[in-house]
């Protein structure tokens, strides 16, 4: 379980995130939502460690994330930001070759590479494995990213809209995947998500965030309803069924 409790956060004298207390749970898909500037960034980044925790306490599997050395805390979880300034002459191999980094500490070894190359495939890249990431589409290069977080093969998995750029096909491809990981593999999955109907459709348990606060929290049916949705964007919404799950209605 992701533990935060308390976690207050500014960006020089702004505050950002007020006094957070919530739960992840281990063994889940949770969707992080919210409206723009709602703090879902941030709160990922701080469990993540992008960012020192300025107040309060986040704690995964029990691990201090304040307190957890480095090497520990990269086999622990891995983390995807939104933006990713990487050095495009790299070839995507080589980027998904990073995200072994913590197990081989420069000296990989051939469960490493089978790692990377199951990684590529995973995520339909190994045809062009040997490209630069400036010489592929945004899509393949969001895949590639993706693909290195899940090379590192860690118990929790953080993704900051790593739906962006990707076509229909292979958004369902990677929430199939992310739902594999956390029934069959026993991973856990947090991943912050605008496409609300993917949330209703994939996720565990959401938490849906609004001007630095946790907003709802809780199981799909719990959080996607027109109360708590119209308010947390301030847009009408109508909620329908599919499949069993709701799916939201915004487009009138
Ligand atoms: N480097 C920064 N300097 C100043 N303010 C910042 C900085 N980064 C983020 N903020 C502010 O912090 C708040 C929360 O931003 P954050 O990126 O966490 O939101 P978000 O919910 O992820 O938004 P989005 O959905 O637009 O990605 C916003 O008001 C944003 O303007």
Known sequence: ?????????????????????????????????????????????????????????IEVDGLDVGRTPTERLALKLAILGQQTHIASRLRLRELVGFGRWPHHRGRPGPADQAAVEAALDAFGLAGIAGRFLDEVSGGQRQRAHIAMSFAQATDWLLLDEPLNNLDMAHARALMARLRGLVRDGGRSAVMVVHEINYAAAWADHIIAMKDGRIAAEGPPEAVLTEAVLSGLYDTPVSIGSHLGRPLVLHHA
Do not use: F
């Open 1 to 57: 379980m992701i533990q935060i409790t308390g976690v207050s956060h500014r960006i020089g004298t702004a505050p950002i995130l007020h006094d957070i207390t919530a739960a992840m749970p281990a063994g889940r898909l949770t969707a992080l939502i919210g409206p723009n500037g709602a703090g879902k960034s941030t709160l990922l980044r701080l469990i993540g460690r992008l960012e020192p925790c300025q107040a309060g306490r």
